[in-house]
């Protein structure tokens, strides 16, 4: 949902039920891409792990080529700034925390929803203050949070993407950028692996 949109009123008779089947499978959608990310942010930690404790054991126990060992330890140090660097991307609550701020600084512009914060605030002085999307109406509130959840997934994409690491600013962004990290901390670790072996060999010889 972009700056520029407002909350359009539910139309008189919205079927609610449809609303709340529309807003499930948002959120089902919504957690579908919660839970790929999740998947592609944990393989981001063991990997230099692993790829750390076979270096130390190559260089403690092994024979291995200096020149090697020092190419290893490059690569481990590249490991280790991709998986902190793709590791600490934007999580759902951060990208649901901006959008949210978005939707209430336009809500708060409408007459209807400043005077209804303005009778609950009456109504109940001591009480936490309601937030803008609080007062909307039972129909009005769906919409606005599917607007939102669709916004936040982003609907659009059709295919996964490559995507070097940048600002994101939608679960699908936030997965494809993940999955590209894995994918280079992996590389990364077939060459350390590589390149353990190959100096384990030459220092064999």
């Known amino acids: 949902m972009t700056g520029a949109e407002e909350v359009a009123p539910a139309p008189p008779g919205a079927d609610l039920e449809v609303l709340k089947a529309v807003y499930r499978r948002t959120c089902a959608e919504r957690d579908r891409l919660r839970d790929a990310r999740g998947h592609f942010a944990r393989g981001l930690g063991p990997a230099p792990a692993s790829a750390g404790i076979a270096t130390t054991v190559a260089a403690t126990f092994g024979k291995a080529s200096h020149g090697c060992l020092i190419a290893a330890l490059a690569l481990l140090?590249?490991?280790?700034?991709?998986?902190?660097?793709?590791?600490?991307?934007?999580t759902y609550r951060h990208l649901y925390g901006r959008r949210i701020r978005e939707l209430r600084d336009r809500l708060r512009t409408r007459p209807d929803v400043a005077a209804a914060l303005e009778a609950e605030r009456g109504a109940s002085p001591?009480?936490?203050?309601?937030?803008?999307?609080?007062?909307?109406?039972e129909g009005e509130w769906y919409r606005a949070m599917i607007a939102l959840e669709r916004d936040l997934y982003s609907d659009e994409e059709e295919r996964n993407r490559l995507r070097l690491l940048?600002?994101?600013e939608t679960l699908q962004e936030g997965l494809d950028s993940e999955?590209?990290?894995a994918l280079i901390v992996q590389a990364l670790w077939v060459a350390v692996i590589a390149l353990l072996v190959a100096g384990v060999i030459a220092g064999a010889g």
Do not use: C, K, N
Not at 126 to 135: L, R, T
């Open 77 to 90: 140090g590249v490991m280790v700034a991709v998986s902190v660097a793709y590791g600490g991307l934007p």
């Open 126 to 137: 001591g009480a936490w203050p309601a937030h803008p999307e609080d007062v909307l109406s």
């Open 166 to 168: 940048r600002r994101v």
């Open 179 to 181: 999955r590209t990290g």
